[in-house]
């Protein structure tokens, strides 16, 4: 139960795609992180897309997380569905999230996400509470911006536990068309924390990684590897008190 609490299904969000590996999402044009970061990334440039990612949170044996996302766009719309669930006998924390996004002028868009936080504890049965995101995007260039707040309704459950908003503002910049570097700046309650991260793509079905990001200190890394509609994806974080994490998903996408 101590680890749960540490690592609460809300508090840690299980990565896919590219911020798997570079831990950085809110800017990055990438529809995994919709139900993530930043809701305003449900709208891509596909039009079904679909994944799971699954991990041993620090490789604590007996506790699984779990993710898996549907996302699909019409026109200047995009709508993402989604659930990630964490725990072991007797305890459970899930995540079922949807979100919205709409562009409202060309390259710009904004999106809204809606989620339920249910928590199952053996002794007290379940319970659930609603939270809320917001978000934008703004691509120049080759240049993105976004901003998004999560659980901005501040959610609270019964015994006093109480979610507090999080504040993230990103930046996504791809140099040259091999490149992406990202950066995103996240602040919670009294907590900030910096994520930097680099994706390179050596073949263009291949894509290497490595992120950083601070309080605490934390190293990630990881490989992307595409086959027309298939994707694979490795990622890997060190915590220097938790130890290691092994991510491994799976996504495909039609356009």
């Known amino acids: 139960m101590l680890f749960l609490l540490l690592i609460r299904a809300f508090d840690f969000i299980l990565l896919n795609g590219t911020a798997s590996g570079i831990g950085a999402g809110t800017a990055v044009a990438d529809w995994r992180h919709a139900l993530n970061f930043n809701p305003a990334q449900a709208r891509f440039r596909g039009k079904i897309a679909g994944s799971v990612v699954y991990t041993t949170p620090y490789g604590l044996e007996g506790i699984n997380c779990l993710r898996t996302e549907t996302n699909f766009q019409f026109s200047r719309l995009g709508f993402g569905v989604g659930l990630q669930s964490l725990g072991l006998a007797g305890y459970g924390e899930y995540d079922i999230g949807s979100a919205f996004s709409f562009e409202i002028v060309d390259d710009f868009c904004g999106g809204v996400g809606a989620h339920a936080l249910v928590r199952n504890l053996k002794e007290y049965g379940l319970e659930l509470i609603p939270a809320f995101d917001f978000g934008m995007v703004w691509q120049i260039s080759r240049l993105q911006l976004g901003v998004a707040v999560q659980q901005l309704n501040k959610p609270k459950y019964k015994n006093g536990d109480e979610l507090l908003p999080s504040f993230r503002a990103g930046i996504g910049w791809e140099p040259v068309k091999a490149a992406l570097l990202a950066v995103d700046i996240e602040k919670k309650g009294e907590d900030e ?32 590897l595409n086959w ?5 994806d490795y990622g890997y974080q060190y915590h220097p008190e938790l130890g290691d994490t092994h991510i491994i998903g799976l996504s495909c996408r039609w356009n």
């Open 228 to 232: 027309n509609w298939l994707g694979v």
């Open 193 to 224: 924390r910096l994520v930097s991260g680099v994706e390179l793509r050596i073949f263009p079905e291949v894509k290497v990684r490595a992120g950083l990001e601070t309080a605490p200190w934390c190293l990630r890394a990881g490989i992307g």
